[in-house]
């Protein structure tokens, strides 16, 4: 499962990564979003000749070659530590308008990424290191430094904007035992449950996939992956959250913290947020509320008084922007106005433009209620009033069988969707009037649960797609919302045979972006945090053995 092929080499709190991509091995720093083109990529890595076995463990990276090897750490802030034996390594800038090197006062080499806004300075303590580049009037083409030695070689590459940081001279052998030790410690606290080697790996995941607050990132925060999706969404960061709870309480509540701090006065939260900007062009699903009580029911000393202090009104005002903004008055629900506002960016729901009226968000508007309640327990009767508002609307979207979904600009047309998305009103539990669960249950056998897990379109739809993004494949959190739902209808059967099929998969395939739902097979993106965070948290349900369901 570690194939550095789609895992890449990262550590806590670091922005530094090496990873694959379009066949090449890179040195990146993820800074920057995933809208920008280069995706922090800095220099391209060559080791030695011919073909090269790159292996991959939490705490070192190495490539071997039928002449020898070279072994990879990071150490302190951005300081990748490098030794090798037997081949030279060398990193090639990918190439920018200014790019140049230079020799600082001291006489020591320094590289600059003008378009990445990074120096890199290399430093070695055994061999050499060499640097090259070709003049061209105001820059350099051709720019990089090979490590190399006769005996072998042993340094450092620091990455920094502006001033080189100081150094405790702390040696690779230290870093490694350093960054192998947090690791340990981190992985000590994980959820229990789940295949060893899987467990392993989506706590690796989780933890190389956090960076430090930097920037317009006021929190670290748990980056969806480090390969392509270098942001913190705005509801994935709900499922970060309760993937790392176990392992770090306060980076729970930061995933949080890192989103909210950038709320609009309206309510709106952004898009997502990186170290240089949040976005507003689309929002995410109010998952938050859901995601605070399952916080506050798996762990009981999460929610301080200070945690509350804060999430109190960041809640009330996100609640207020549904209802005030995303809906013409009072009488009517509020809708997604694109399909990225909704969490399922090309759902076939959208299939007919927006903005779109689902039953998943008047699902979660109702349980952000519920938090408020239990966070504002003298306002809670006001809550539980606005919540059942929300409820006698949720029920003009069910249609006799299912909770249809209606175009804002058609409101007497109902329709009915192959999409996952009308199983979500599950998570309302006892709200749910018990004709409609048992209907929604019974439907949900008919095609939507395949061998793997809960596809996000009905594999017999003929919007179905086997990697269609959401129009077929499974999704984590999909998956866990609907292992929630059917828990709150207490329906712990059905919920366990999704959670062993879903932790199966990830088994089998790793912790994707998404799945095929048919074959099981990984899609996209192969190093997904949430993806992480839901196994670990289905995994641990189960290992704890709910009434004998696992067996």
């Given amino acids: 499962m570690f194939d550095f092929a789609h895992i890449p080499f990262s550590r806590f709190g670091r922005f530094l990564t090496l990873s694959i991509m379009d066949g090449a091995v890179w040195l990146r720093l993820v800074q920057g979003g995933d809208l920008k083109p280069s995706l922090g990529r800095l220099c391209r890595i060559t080791v030695g000749e011919g073909e090269v076995v790159w292996t991959l463990a939490p705490d070192l990276l190495t490539a071997e070659t039928s002449a020898g090897r070279v072994e990879f750490t990071i150490g302190e802030g951005e300081r990748l530590h490098l030794r090798g034996q037997g081949v030279p390594v060398t990193f090639a800038l990918e190439g920018s308008r200014y790019d140049y090197a230079y020799r600082t006062p001291q006489g020591e080499h ?91 790996l989506a706590a690796y995941i989780l933890w190389a996939n956090t960076v430090p607050a930097s920037g317009a990132l006021t929190r670290p925060a748990v980056f969806m992956s480090k390969n392509h999706m270098i942001n913190i969404w705005s509801w994935d960061n709900a499922f970060s ?91 009517q629900l509020p809708a997604y106005f694109h399909g990225n506002d909704s969490g399922w960016d090309n759902a076939s729901f959208f299939a007919e433009g927006g903005p779109v009226v689902s039953p998943d968000l008047p699902s979660f508007l109702i349980l952000t209620c519920d938090c408020l309640a239990r966070l504002d327990p003298a306002r809670a009767a006001h809550w539980q009033d606005e919540a059942a508002k929300l409820m006698a609307l949720l029920l003009t979207l069910w249609t006799g069988e299912t909770f249809g979904t209606r175009l804002a600009s058609d409101p007497d047309r109902l329709r009915t969707d192959d999409s996952l998305i ?62 929630d739902g059917l828990r709150r209808q207490n329906r712990p059967n059905l919920a366990a045979d999704i959670a062993r099929r879903f932790c199966r998969l990830c088994e089998t395939s790793g912790m994707a972006e998404n799945f095929d739902a048919l074959t099981g097979q990984g899609l996209r993106d192969r190093a997904f945090a949430w993806t992480s965070a839901a196994y670990l948290v289905l995994a641990d349900w189960l290992a704890h053995d709910p009434e004998g369901l696992s067996r």
């Fill in 110 to 200: 320094c590289l600059v990424a003008a378009y990445e806004n990074t120096r890199l300075l290399p430093r070695v303590t055994k061999g050499q290191v060499e640097v090259t580049g070709d003049w061209r009037r105001d820059h350099a083409d051709n720019v990089a430094m090979t490590f190399d030695g006769a005996d072998g070689f042993e340094g450092t590459i620091d990455l920094f904007p502006a001033v080189l940081p100081t150094s405790t001279g702390e040696t690779f052998d230290q870093a490694r035992a350093r960054s192998a030790a947090e690791f340990a410690d981190w992985l000590s606290r994980a959820p229990k449950g789940g295949q060893p080697e899987a467990r392993t």
């Fill in 241 to 331: 959250a309760l993937g790392v709870a176990a392992m770090d309480p306060a980076l729970a509540f930061d995933q949080f913290a890192a989103i909210f701090d950038h709320q609009h006065p309206s309510g709106l939260l952004p898009d997502f947020v990186n170290d240089r900007e949040a976005s507003f062009a689309f929002t995410k699903p109010p998952v938050h509320g859901w995601a605070i009580l399952r916080l506050i029911e798996d762990h009981p000393g999460w929610l301080t008084e200070d945690r509350r202090a804060a999430l109190l009104p960041w809640l009330e005002r996100q609640l207020s922007y549904w209802l005030t903004h995303a809906r013409k008055d009072a009488s």
């Fill in 422 to 483: 009308g199983f979500m009103p599950l998570l309302l539990g006892a709200r749910l009037p018990r004709e409609m669960e048992e209907r929604l249950t019974r439907r949900l056998s008919q095609g939507w649960i395949t061998a793997w897990g809960p596809a996000t379109e009905r594999p017999q739809s003929p919007l179905y797609e086997a990697d269609g993004y959401w129009r077929g494949p499974i999704w984590a959190p999909t998956t866990m919302l609907l292992w």
